[in-house]
C-alpha cells in the first residue's frame, strides 16, 4: 500500500483567479495530505512556469482566467513535467466541457458546484489514484465512447442553426440577420431560442465562449 496519505509530501500548485477559490481548496489539501506544499497562481501564464520549475505533482486548475482559457495549456504543462495530475476545478457546465478537458489531458473534473465532500474526495482520489471522476463524467465518457459528436455540442445544431449562432457570435442582432438570411424576424427568435436550448445556455455571452472554444476545432 506505500506509506500512508497523511505522510506524504506531494506539491500541489492551486490555479486560480479568486484568491477565495484557492484559500478554501488549500485549508482542505491541508487536512487530507498536510504535509502537502502548495503553490498559488492566478495568472495562467504563471501555471507553465510553476509546473516547469517547482516540480508539481498535483495541480488544480480552473477552466477560465482573464487571460484566456486553460484548456489550451494543459498539452504544455502534460509536456513540461509528463508525470503532473491535473484536476480542473471549474464553474462549468460539467456535461458540456468534461470531454475536452480530459481529451487535452486532465486527469480529473470537479464542479465548483460540488459540496465539500465531494471536494475532499476529488482531493483523495487524485493523490492516491492520480484522477477523479464524478459519476457524470464517468457516463458521458462512455456515452462519448458510442458518440464521439458528443466532444463537440454545436455538433447538435443544424446548419442553419450553427450559421445564425456564428451571426450572433460575430454580433449582429435579431433584425440583421433576418434580413441577411431573407427570413422573418420571429423565425429568427425562434431559432436563436431552439440553439440556447439544444446548447443548455442562458445568454449570448455563454453562445459567444462556446463558439470560440468548439469551432473548427
Known amino acids: 500500500?506505500?506509506?500512508?496519505?497523511?505522510?506524504?509530501?506531494?506539491?500541489?500548485?492551486?490555479?486560480?483567479?479568486h484568491s477565495i477559490v484557492r484559500q478554501g481548496m488549500?485549508?482542505?489539501?491541508?487536512?487530507?495530505?498536510?504535509?502537502?506544499?502548495?503553490?498559488?497562481?492566478?495568472?495562467?501564464?504563471?501555471?507553465?512556469?510553476?509546473?516547469?520549475?517547482?516540480?508539481?505533482?498535483?495541480?488544480?486548475?480552473?477552466?477560465?482566467?482573464?487571460?484566456?482559457?486553460?484548456?489550451?495549456?494543459?498539452?504544455?504543462?502534460?509536456?513540461?513535467?509528463?508525470?503532473?495530475?491535473?484536476?480542473?476545478?471549474?464553474?462549468?457546465?460539467?456535461?458540456?466541457?468534461?470531454?475536452?478537458?480530459?481529451?487535452?489531458g486532465a486527469n480529473g473534473y470537479l464542479s465548483k458546484l460540488s459540496e465539500e465532500e465531494e471536494v475532499r474526495l476529488a482531493i483523495s482520489e487524485m493523490v492516491s489514484k492520480g484522477e477523479y471522476l464524478s459519476a457524470l463524467s464517468r457516463k458521458l465518457l462512455i456515452q462519448f465512447v458510442h458518440n464521439p459528436d458528443l466532444m463537440n455540442p454545436l455538433?447538435?445544431?443544424?446548419?442553419?442553426?450553427?450559421?445564425i449562432a456564428e451571426m450572433y457570435a460575430e454580433g449582429l442582432g435579431n433584425l440583421e440577420i433576418a434580413n441577411h438570411l431573407d427570413i422573418k424576424q420571429n423565425t429568427v427568435s425562434t431559432i436563436k431560442k431552439n440553439i440556447f436550448d439544444k446548447l443548455k445556455i442562458e445568454n449570448l455571452v455563454e453562445l459567444i465562449d462556446l463558439i470560440k472554444t468548439h469551432h473548427n476545432i
Open 26 to 104: 488549500e485549508i482542505l489539501i491541508d487536512e487530507i495530505v498536510p504535509n502537502a506544499k502548495v503553490y498559488h497562481t492566478s495568472s495562467l501564464q504563471q501555471v507553465v512556469e510553476l509546473v516547469k520549475s517547482k516540480d508539481i505533482e498535483i495541480a488544480i486548475i480552473d477552466a477560465h482566467f482573464p487571460d484566456g482559457n486553460s484548456l489550451h495549456i494543459l498539452p504544455e504543462m502534460k509536456s513540461a513535467n509528463p508525470n503532473i495530475k491535473i484536476l480542473v476545478f471549474t464553474g462549468l457546465e460539467e456535461d458540456l466541457h468534461v470531454l475536452k478537458f480530459i481529451k487535452a
Open 1 to 17: 500500500m506505500g506509506e500512508p496519505i497523511e505522510n506524504k509530501e506531494i506539491v500541489f500548485l492551486l490555479a486560480d483567479d
Open 155 to 163: 455538433s447538435r445544431l443544424t446548419n442553419r442553426e450553427l450559421q
